[in-house]
């Protein structure tokens, strides 16, 4: 009989276990069409091996930025949030997978009753045990928690690359602000110097007030801009002392330095390997494959469950004697439940979860474009600013030299103060304007970097369930 008993269990476990099967994720061939075969963004960047961008900060000119960087990972409000989020769906992994598993619960019990003059005590100990066999449901239940653990890790995946873009890009701008201070600050003292000419010469009667009036407006706009600069100095400066989570005074903007810039050896790998390594791409895959293993959650509601469960123990009414003969006391129990009329709503929360599907797989062919745009237009602004840089370089030089040229000859009465004018403003707008090739150079590689999944390593988690 018993034997019977088992062999009935078993067939019928297999056959509710077995009723619904979890749909595995796969790259479709409308994803496929959505990835180019090489990316065009950048002659000058070589697609073959990709570089480790895990911490990639640390390469920088700037021994800073790869401090400032570092010290958000750890400290950052928005970093420290995700790894909470993370935590909780790995204990919420841990709650799913019990269910999984019968439950043991351990009971003690002491009671004292009177009736009539009489007293007596009671003692009871012992095991319950229950068991839950559904269609697959807790399976699935399980499956949709662990894709929800690997959509935890890319967010915060995420969220470390977004921050490291933020610092390092806030750095590089504090950096600009510094140089286009001392831009402003070197033409303010030129233009002095071109106004103590103008007004030597007026004073020798050699050459109208407008002059002197034309140096000194020069002057004094070019002097406008450098508390502006200042600010934008502090600014940034600012903001870089929260996102690292510390103070203003923990970030020193007085000491000036070149604006950073990354090593130009940057390798590119292949856009369908490049994409799944962003943050964004694999928590879009994740919740594809949490939503097809809640499908099958809802699907398994539509078949049968069955619940198995027991309890053994002993009771009596004195503790001592509990275990001896007559104290032993069991019972077994098991319950078949069958969905016979719902109105429909199972059926309709099956729906429900197909669509949710359907919406994560678009969501994660929407995060494949985002991806693609986001690199090819890094590559665009890196070799665009790259390519005006040369230019600017050349402009700077020629610039200096006319400016200087034409001081020189208005001190010796050769030429009109509207050339010192011009020369001097010229001067000024191409040495912002290489300032600012050099800044947009550098976050370009920043964007870039993001882009490619920088600052994030693709946890083994993910590589396991690469089909």
């Given at each position: 009989?018993?034997?019977?008993t088992?062999?009935?269990?078993?067939l019928?476990?297999?056959?509710?276990?077995?009723?619904?099967?979890?749909p595995?994720?796969?790259?479709?061939?409308?994803?496929?069409?959505?990835?180019?075969?090489?990316?065009?963004?950048?002659p000058?960047?070589?697609?073959?091996?990709?570089?480790?961008?895990?911490?990639?900060?640390?390469?920088?000119?700037d021994?800073?930025?790869?401090?400032?960087?570092?010290?958000?990972?750890?400290?950052?409000?928005?970093?420290?949030?995700?790894q909470?989020?993370?935590?909780?769906?790995?204990?919420?992994?841990?709650?799913?997978?019990?269910?999984?598993?019968?439950?043991?619960?351990?009971?003690y019990?002491?009671?004292?009753?009177?009736?009539?003059?009489?007293?007596?005590?009671?003692?009871?100990?012992?095991?319950?045990?229950?068991?839950?066999?559904?269609?697959?449901?807790?399976?699935?239940?399980?499956e949709?928690?662990?894709s929800?653990?690997?959509?935890?890790?890319?967010?915060?995946?995420?969220?470390?690359?977004r921050?490291?873009?933020?610092?390092?890009?806030?750095y590089?701008?504090?950096?600009?602000?510094?140089?286009?201070?001392?831009?402003?600050?070197?033409?303010?003292?030129?233009?002095?110097?071109?106004?103590?000419?103008?007004?030597?010469?007026?004073?020798?009667?050699?050459?109208?007030?407008?002059?002197?009036d034309?140096?000194?407006?020069?002057?004094?706009?070019?002097?406008?801009?450098?508390?502006?600069?200042?600010?934008?100095?502090?600014?940034?400066?600012?903001?870089?002392a929260?996102?690292i989570?510390?103070?203003?005074?923990?970030?020193?903007?007085?000491?000036?330095?070149p604006?950073?810039?990354?090593?130009?050896?940057?390798?590119?790998?292949?856009p369908?390997?490049?994409?799944?390594?962003r943050?964004?791409?694999?928590?879009?895959?994740?919740?594809?494959?949490?939503?097809?293993?809640?499908?099958?959650?809802?699907?398994?509601?539509?078949?049968?469950?069955l619940?198995?469960?027991?309890?053994?123990?002993?009771?009596?009414?004195?503790?001592?004697?509990?275990?001896?003969?007559?104290?032993?006391?069991?019972?077994?129990?098991?319950?078949?439940?069958?969905?016979?009329?719902?109105?429909?709503?199972?059926?309709?929360?099956?729906?429900?979860?197909?669509?949710?599907?359907?919406?994560?797989?678009?969501?994660?062919e929407?995060?494949?474009?985002?991806?693609?745009?986001?690199?090819?237009?890094?590559?665009?602004?890196?070799?665009?600013q790259?390519?005006?840089k040369?230019?600017?370089?050349?402009?700077?030089?020629?610039?200096?030299?006319?400016?200087?040229?034409?001081?020189?000859?208005?001190?010796?009465?050769?030429?009109?103060?509207?050339?010192?004018?011009?020369?001097?403003?010229?001067?000024?707008?191409?040495?912002?304007?290489?300032?600012?090739?050099?800044?947009?150079?550098?976050?370009?590689?920043?964007?870039?970097?993001?882009?490619?999944?920088?600052?994030?390593?693709?946890?083994?988690?993910?590589?396991?369930?690469?089909?």
């Amino acid at each position: 009989m018993r034997k019977s008993t088992g062999l009935v269990l078993s067939l019928l476990f297999g056959a509710l276990s077995g009723c619904v099967s979890i749909p595995q994720f796969q790259i479709t061939e409308q994803d496929k069409k959505v990835i180019p075969s090489q990316w065009s963004g950048s002659p000058a960047l070589e697609t073959s091996k990709a570089a480790d961008l895990s911490e990639w900060w640390s390469t920088w000119s700037d021994p800073e930025i790869a401090r400032l960087v570092a010290a958000s990972q750890a400290a950052n409000t928005d970093v420290r949030s995700s790894q909470e989020n993370l935590r909780y769906a790995q204990a919420s992994m841990t709650v799913a997978n019990a269910g999984l598993f019968p439950t043991l619960d351990g009971n003690y019990r002491a009671s004292r009753s009177h009736s009539l003059g009489h007293g007596s005590n009671t003692f009871s100990i012992g095991l319950n045990v229950s068991w839950t066999i559904d269609a697959g449901g807790r399976f699935a239940s399980s499956e949709a928690a662990f894709s929800d653990y690997l959509s935890s890790q890319a967010s915060l995946g995420e969220v470390q690359t977004r921050i490291a873009a933020e610092v390092a890009g806030a750095y590089v701008n504090m950096r600009l602000a510094q140089k286009r201070l001392d831009v402003a600050q070197e033409n303010a003292k030129t233009q002095q110097e071109a106004l103590d000419i103008a007004n030597w010469r007026y004073l020798s009667g050699l050459v109208p007030s407008t002059d002197v009036d034309q140096a000194r407006t020069s002057f004094e706009q070019t002097r406008a801009s450098i508390p502006v600069y200042r600010a934008q100095v502090m600014q940034y400066r600012n903001l870089i002392a929260r996102l690292i989570g510390t103070t203003p005074e923990a970030v020193n903007p007085t000491s000036t330095a070149p604006i950073p810039q990354p090593p130009r050896n940057l390798a590119l790998s292949i856009p369908g390997e490049t994409l799944r390594n962003r943050p964004a791409v694999r928590m879009a895959e994740a919740k594809v494959m949490s939503a097809l293993a809640r499908y099958a959650q809802a699907k398994s509601a539509l078949f049968p469950s069955l619940s198995i469960g027991g309890s053994f123990g002993l009771s009596g009414p004195i503790m001592g004697q509990l275990g001896e003969w007559g104290t032993h006391n069991s019972n077994g129990f098991g319950s078949l439940t069958l969905p016979i009329f719902n109105a429909g709503s199972l059926m309709a929360q099956v729906e429900q979860r197909d669509a949710q599907a359907a919406q994560a797989k678009i969501d994660y062919e929407a995060s494949l474009l985002a991806g693609v745009q986001d690199v090819e237009d890094a590559l665009n602004k890196v070799w665009s600013q790259e390519t005006g840089k040369k230019s600017l370089v050349v402009a700077e030089e020629s610039a200096r030299n006319a400016a200087t040229a034409a001081r020189q000859n208005y001190s010796a009465g050769l030429q009109d103060f509207t050339v010192v004018l011009t020369t001097q403003r010229t001067l000024l707008t191409v040495q912002e304007s290489l300032a600012s090739a050099e800044a947009e150079i550098a976050q370009g590689y920043i964007d870039l970097y993001t882009a490619l999944g920088g600052g994030w390593t693709v946890p083994q988690e993910f590589k396991n369930n690469d089909r």
